[in-house]
Each structure stands twice: as structure tokens, then as C-alpha cells.
């Protein structure tokens, strides 16, 4: 069974550019996560998507950060424009069902995003 | 709101135990899940453990659960240079898939 795939790997950008992350979950999982990691603490939930709407952005920084998962399946995260604060490991998840019984989240390897 | 605290590092010897402790706010969850991280790579899930249960056993592993004071152990059994990573434990409320993390801890195996 093919993980969590994520694109680019790492990202390098200065600060008020803009920037996309791609990711696409196991095939058949209906919720998808993204999560900000910020060096030395644990992942913070960012959003969630059940199939293409949006569960939980409460977390989410609206007035830069976008995310969308129109057909279901591959999301993208957006930042514009992006800030130093920024920098940080994006991570995306993915399970099977919102609600599982063990509600196990797969993880993709991240996206390093470092602003300059 | 929840709030995960770990200790930041630990440095065993191979073939050592290594134990790894975090503490927790939020007494309605109701599971409570070890992750690993290793360097370059995303969470990769260890084990959890349901808020009825006050143990559970899988292979090396051994989680402990004290409701009472909100406490959760990894006990890593002949820790190998392998488990050499970040570990992570995360509780889920009753409502919802939302997952806090605590800071990680640093497991460091000294050959």
C-alpha cells in the first residue's frame, strides 16, 4: 500500500512570497489533516477535511493560510503572503474514517518550508 | 484547553530500558497514542491504548496509563540503536479526530 506522498520536499522562500504544498493521501482514506510542525515542538492540527469539506479549521490562520481539497482526494495548503513565523515542517495525514475506533492517522514524510 | 508535556530528552544504552513519560490535561480522552519520528520522516504510529485500559504489552513495548494523575508511559524493552528518534504521545478527546501532540522526547541509544 503506497503512504502519504508530499511535494516539494523542502521549500526555500522569502518572506511575503507566496507558496503551494501538494499532497495526496492513501487511496480510500476520506480525512485528510495538515499540520504545521515548528522545530523542537509536536504537530499542530492546521485542518481537517472530511472527503472535500472542511471538519476543523479552527487553527488554520485565515488571513494568509488557504487550503482546498476540491475533488476529494489531493489537497493542497496554501500561504500567502508567507511570514518568518512560518518556517516550519508541513505534514499531512490521512486515515480511513474520521471517527475509526483507533482514529489511526497515516503520515506523509512533510515539506520543510524554511522563509528567509 | 488539552495540554501534552514530555520531557525533552533521554539517553539510554543498548540493550538498556528506556522509559518515556508525558502527562496530559484533558481527563475525556479517550485514546492515547505513541508516535515515533525519525530524522527526514512524517509520524509513524507505535502503539496507543484506550483510557479504560491501564496497560497494554506489544512486543517491546509496554504502555502504562494512570487516569488518575493524567500520566502515560513508553517503556521501550532492549532498546535498540534503531529506536534512536522523536517520540511523540497524543490524546484524542471523545468528540472528534483531533489529535494534541506533546513536545516529542528525544531518545538518544549509545552503542
Known amino acids: 500500500e503506497a503512504g502519504v506522498a508530499q511535494s516539494p520536499r523542502y521549500k526555500i522562500i522569502e518572506k511575503r512570497q507566496s507558496v503551494a504544498f501538494w499532497c495526496n493521501p492513501i487511496s480510500g482514506h476520506a480525512t485528510l489533516y495538515w499540520y504545521q510542525q515548528i522545530l523542537g515542538q509536536g504537530p499542530k492540527l492546521l485542518i481537517q477535511?472530511?472527503?472535500?469539506?472542511?471538519?476543523?479549521d479552527s487553527q488554520l490562520p485565515k488571513d494568509r493560510f488557504s487550503a482546498e481539497r476540491l475533488k476529494g482526494v489531493d489537497s493542497t495548503l496554501k500561504i500567502q503572503p508567507a511570514k518568518l513565523e512560518d518556517s516550519a515542517v508541513y505534514l499531512c495525514?490521512?486515515?480511513?474514517?474520521?471517527?475509526?475506533?483507533?482514529?489511526?492517522?497515516?503520515f506523509g514524510p512533510g515539506t520543510r518550508l524554511t522563509v528567509t | 484547553g488539552e495540554d501534552v508535556e514530555q520531557s525533552l530528552f533521554l539517553s539510554v544504552r543498548e540493550g538498556d530500558s528506556s522509559v518515556i513519560n508525558c502527562t496530559y490535561t484533558?481527563?475525556?480522552?479517550?485514546?492515547l497514542y505513541w508516535y515515533k519520528q525519525e530524522p527526514g520522516a512524517g509520524l509513524q504510529l507505535l502503539t496507543y491504548?484506550?483510557?479504560?485500559?491501564d496497560m497494554k504489552q506489544d512486543q517491546r513495548l509496554t504502555v502504562l496509563l494512570n487516569k488518575k494523575d493524567k500520566h502515560l508511559s513508553l517503556r521501550i524493552a532492549d532498546t535498540q540503536t534503531g529506536d534512536s528518534a522523536i517520540y511523540f504521545c497524543a490524546e484524542r478527546p471523545n468528540a472528534g479526530n483531533m489529535l494534541t501532540f506533546g513536545g516529542g522526547t528525544r531518545l538518544m541509544v549509545k552503542p
Open positions: 477535511f472530511q472527503n472535500n469539506g472542511v471538519v476543523d
Open positions: 484533558d481527563s475525556s480522552s479517550t485514546y
Open positions: 491504548i484506550f483510557s479504560n485500559m
Open positions: 495525514a490521512s486515515s480511513l474514517v474520521a471517527q475509526a475506533v483507533r482514529g489511526e492517522q497515516y
